[in-house]
Each structure stands twice: as C-alpha cells, then as structure tokens.
C-alpha cells in the first residue's frame, strides 16, 4: 500500500513502482505508464529476475561474511585486553618486585651508615666517661691538705684541663658532625605517571621488539638534534645545534630545562650521575654541563683539532 492506495501501476521512465496517487501527482504527463498486471508477465524467466537474484545473494554473502569477520575482531579484541591486563599485572609485579629490592638495598645503607654513627658517637661516650670520671677523682684530690701533694695536684689537674679541652674541641669540630641523612629519587616518583599508554595501530610500528611509541616536539621551529644521552633518573639531555643550547626533557618528554653554550653542540654523553659533557664543534672545545635544580656551566677545555663527538667510558 501506498498513499492508501494498491500498488499496483509502473512507470517506464521513472523505473519506479507507484499506486494511483502517485501517478497523478508526479507521473500524469509520463507515456510509459502501464499497470503490473500487464508488465509482470513472465517476469521470473527474464534476465533481470536471474541478475536481481545473483545479486542479492552476492550481497547477503558479503554481508555474512562481514558479520563473520566482526565476530572474530571482536575474539580477538577479548583475547588481546586479556593478554594486555596479564602484561600490565606482570609487569607490576615486576616493578613490585625491583621497588622492594632498591628499599631493602636503601635500608641496609640506612643501617650500615647507622651503625658507622653509633660506633663513633658510642666512642666518644665511653671517652667522655673516662675523662669525667678521672676529673671527678681529681676535683676530689684537691681537698687534699697536704700542700706539698696540693701542688702536685694542681699541677696534674691544668695538665689534664687543657687533655679535655683539646678533646671537647675535637669533639665539637668533628665528632657532633655525624648525621644520618638519605636522599630520596623523587624524581623517580615524578616520573612515574603511567605503566605505558594504549596506542592507535597506525602510531606504533613494531620492528622485532622494538616498538615506537610516541612523538614530541622539541622547538617550534626547525631543530636540528645532533646528540642525546639518558641519566640515571630517565631525564634525557639532548643537544640541540640549531640553536646552540642543551637541553633537558623529562620522563613525560617535556623540556624543562635548557642552557646555552658557545658553539654547536656535536654529541652528548653522560659522564656523571648529575654531569654531562658535549663537544663544541666551532671552538673545538670539551664543555662539561652539571644537571643540579637547573642547568649550569662547568670546566671547559681545549681540544688540538676537530672532533665527531664526545663519549665518556665508565670502566
């Protein structure tokens, strides 16, 4: 039915199916307008019958193995979130595990350091015990009446005053500087802002195990980088020649800290756990760098003749 009416007229021109209504509305000045009766014969011998019905059953195949396919995406998401939560918690354990290694490694320096304080500062007691009670018997000695051992007394005691004396000196300029003192990686703490990140296929392309993960941008403009190195708490130093400058990123990839030097970084390497060194390519000069609460220059010196880079061996 349509408009209330049998749909029961075709139209040539249009190749459209219509009622009563629709022929007097949109078809009345159409010629090859004819009712379905009469065009309908032999319908499901022609060419057209056997075209419409290959293709539909091409479509439904189509659309089958479509479904098909979406019903496998979808295992294989369920296997792979599966497979990633069982990487995370590994991995967690993993960190678990090294987090509890470098606290029992930190205590036992607590301790050791504790114990090296203790002997000293235990050390100066028993010390201080000694002298006390020998210039105790002393302070006794000198109600004494004789005067002939008075005299003798006396003269042992101003010895034995300037013996303590000495000791309380040496006690107040070294012994009292016995503390204990830790300093926590805070920047590990810092750096710590996620386990990983979920990626879309096409940021990350995996060749073997190696896996690109991300993308930062350095300057805004142009920036040619000729040098970068790792630190032991994950901040990254990079030389940047384009502009002359070192500088430092943070685990988040972020630059929070740069220095300028007087030539063209060329390479960068670690030769500290806070110190970097990199080569001057125009002054054919070493500059060393300190990475403390900021950036800061430190010993330079001359090298005879031109270099390709700069590396530091820890062995």
Not at 76 to 101: A, G, M, N
Not at 236 to 246: N, Q, R
């Amino acid at each position: 039915m349509h408009h209330g009416k049998l749909v029961d007229m075709f139209c040539k021109e249009h190749d459209e199916v219509c009622c009563a209504v629709c022929i007097a509305i949109k078809h009345r000045a159409c010629v090859n307008v004819n009712y379905l009766s009469n065009i309908s014969k032999g319908i499901r011998d022609s060419t057209e019958y056997k075209d419409i019905k290959n293709s539909l059953q091409n479509i439904l195949t189509k659309l089958k193995q479509q479904r098909e396919a979406r019903k496998c995406k979808l295992n294989d998401l369920e296997k792979q979130k599966e497979k990633l939560l069982e990487d995370v918690d590994s991995f967690k354990e993993e960190l678990d595990k090294r987090i509890k290694e470098l606290a029992d490694t930190s205590k036992k320096q607590i301790f050791l350091k504790y114990e090296d304080c203790k002997k000293v500062v235990q050390s100066d007691l028993d010390n201080l015990d000694t002298v006390i009670s020998t210039m105790t018997t002393s302070e006794l000695k000198l109600s004494i009446k004789n005067e002939a051992q008075l005299f003798v007394d006396i003269k042992t005691c101003n010895v034995s005053i300037k013996d303590c004396e000495a000791l309380l000196s040496d006690m107040s300029r070294v012994r009292t500087n016995e503390e204990l003192m830790f300093t926590l990686n805070k920047c590990l703490k810092e750096n710590l802002d996620s386990l990983g990140s979920v990626v879309d296929p096409e940021e990350a392309e995996t060749y073997d195990k190696a896996t690109l993960y991300g993308k930062f941008k350095i300057d805004p403009q142009h920036c040619q980088i000729t040098g970068i190195c790792t630190m032991d708490d994950g901040t990254i130093v990079i030389a940047d020649w384009t502009h002359s400058k070192l500088k430092r990123l943070n685990g988040s990839f972020t630059v929070e800290d740069h220095i300028n030097v007087e030539s063209y970084p060329y390479s960068v390497c670690r030769t500290g756990t806070d110190e970097v060194a990199t080569f001057l390519n125009g002054r054919t000069k070493i500059q060393f760098v300190s990475l403390g609460q900021r950036m800061e220059l430190k010993t330079a010196f001359n090298i005879d003749s031109s270099a390709v880079g700069v590396s530091y061996d820890v062995s």
